[in-house]
C-alpha cells in the first residue's frame, strides 16, 4: 500500500489580501521527491512552510504530513521536519568558519548539559556527506562567505538533516543564479530523497529539469494550473 508523507485536499491560504495560495489537491509518497513550481507571490514559500507545521492553513482545508494531521499536530511536524531556503529563515553567518557554524548547530540540538566541542574536519566530512555527496565539502575554517552559492545552501541542508528529520523543504532553488549550481542541487535533493527522506523543493519554473538523471520520476505541483483556476 503506498505510503504518502504529505496529503492534501482544499488546502488553501487566505489573507486580507486575497488568496496566497490553493485550494490544492495533492500527494507526495513517502521517501520521495516533489516539487513545486509557480511564479513569484504564488504561494511557494508560504507553502514551504504549511508544509512543515510552521504556517496555518485556512479553513476547510485538510492537510496530513508524515501520517498527522495539521494544524493539530504540527508541534510534531515541525520536530520531524526541517525547512531551508526561506529569507531570513536559516541564513548563516557570513564572517564565521564553517567549523563555527557546524559547531553552532550541534549545540543546539544537544541536551543542555552536553559539552559540544570544536568539530573535527572528520566530523564536518560525516555531517555533511550525504547532503554534498560528490561535490567537494568545505574544511572546517573555510569561512562562510566564501562558499559557492550551491555550498551554501548544501551546508544548510546538511546542517538541517543533522537532527534526522523524515521530511525536508527547500525554498526557491532560483536563488542559485548559476544553471550548473541549480542542476547539481537537483541532483543533490533526488539523492537525499533516494535515502528515503521525504524532500518538497520549490521553484519559479520547470524548464531544463530534462536535464537531470532522476533516480525516480519527482512529483510536481504546478501552482499556475491553480492560478488559472481561479481566473477562469
Sequence with gaps: MTQFAIETRDLQLRSKRGMVYGPLDWSLELGRLGIVSGPPDSGKSTLMLTFTGRMKPSEPSQLRVLDRWLPGDARWVQHHSSVMGVGGLDDLDDVVTVRATVRERLAWLAPWYHIVRIPSDEQIQQLCELAFGDVPIPTGRTRVYKLSESSNLLLRIALALASNPELIAVDSIDQL??????DLLWSRLDAIAATGITVVASTTGTQGLERIAWSAPPAHLDLTMT??????
Excluded at 543564479?177 to 541549480?182: A, K, S
Excluded at 492560478?227 to 477562469?232: F, G, P, Q
Aim: avoid cysteine; proline fraction near 0%; charge should be negative.
Design 227 to 232: 492560478d488559472a483556476a481561479k481566473e477562469s
Design 177 to 182: 543564479h548559476d544553471i550548473g549550481e541549480r
